[in-house]
């Protein structure tokens, strides 16, 4: 019996995280508002069909990198692709274009939407926008995670990073 309750409560958490998900996402879009106001800190997630927390995400190298001069700003203009970040759903890399010494786009060479099942194809579609734009005002990888886009977080802040450091 406390087996079962067990199961089921575990199910009822993993129904009320994506929810959350699904309601802050939707909430924020066609929004004008800030978007750092929709977002949650999370450092788990519990898929609700496996019952297990997040996998471990590795890294990589598959990097390229196109700079030129330097401008004023913490980073070296010029365009840098981050490394392929393998997670449960598929793999994850960003390009980010430096301008002026500050980050003016970042666009998803491989994404867990293409890869990953539905589910996890909606919520990635929907949160890689968030966090590019978040990273755009942070102007780093140091961005909040939406609470039930772990995963896409984790490999998106991991390319990210890898990218960044080449443009110091």
Do not use: C
């Not at 692709?81 to 998803?108: A, E, F, L, P, R």
């Amino acid at each position: 019996m406390k087996k079962i309750l067990a199961v089921l409560v575990t199910g009822l958490i993993a129904v009320a995280m994506v929810l959350d998900a699904y309601w802050l996402l939707l909430m924020n879009k066609g929004s004008t508002t800030d978007a750092s106001a929709t977002t949650t800190s999370q450092s788990t997630t519990t898929d609700s069909a496996s019952n297990s927390t997040n996998a471990t995400t590795s890294v990589s190298s598959s990097a390229s990198t196109i700079s030129t001069s330097s401008s004023s700003g913490k980073y070296k203009d010029g365009i840098y692709k981050g490394s392929s970040v393998s997670t449960q759903w598929g793999n994850v890399q960003v390009k980010v274009t430096i301008s002026g010494g500050k980050i003016t786009d970042v666009t998803m060479v491989h994404s867990t939407s293409e890869d990953g099942e539905g589910r996890s194809q909606a919520i990635a579609g929907q949160a890689e926008p968030v966090y590019i734009s978040e990273t755009k005002k942070a102007q780093s990888a140091d961005i909040q995670a939406i609470s039930g886009a772990t995963v896409t977080y984790e490999g998106y802040t991991q390319s990210l990073q890898s990218a960044l450091d080449k443009a110091v």
